[in-house]
Nanobody, 121 residues
Framework: QVQLVESGGGLVQTGNSLRLSCAASGRTFGAMGWFRQAPGKERDFVAAITGTGGDEIYAVTLKGRFTISRDNAKNTVDLQMNSLKPEDTAVYYC????????????????WGQGTQVTVSS
């Protein structure tokens, strides 16, 4: 059974950092990524990483503050978020697919349940 389980969300103040982690089980994936969804908005791409972990891609507005990484030995993918802003408040979802990196939500086959990140001003 394939499972993606996110952890690490919470409430932080503006300017602080959070590290999200996603534990995958059930199979070996290709690309893995993070998306986020704020209330009343669409699910937006945050970052993705290749199967080998050798290449990353970020949403343009987030590059430089967020860093994605993966540990294939542990089957985990992390998202380090720095200098958080109130507009980063959202539910963050881990996603996985068998092929190459993609940036649109419908291109991912497997999803976690999401973890809430709230940034207070």
């Amino acid at each position: 059974q394939v499972q993606l389980v996110e952890s690490g969300g919470g409430l932080v103040q503006t300017g602080n950092s959070l590290r999200l982690s996603c534990a995958a089980s059930g199979r070996t994936f290709g690309a893995m990524g993070w998306f986020r969804q704020a209330p009343g908005k669409e699910r937006d791409f945050v970052a993705a990483i290749t199967g080998t972990g050798g290449d990353e891609i970020y949403a343009v507005t987030l590059k430089g503050r967020f860093t994605i990484s993966r540990d294939n030995a542990k089957n985990t993918v992390d998202l380090q978020m720095n200098s958080l802003k109130p507009e980063d408040t959202a539910v963050y979802y881990c996603a996985a697919r068998m092929g190459i990196v993609k940036t649109r939500a419908f291109e991912y086959d497997y999803w976690g349940q999401g973890t809430q990140v709230t940034v207070s001003s």
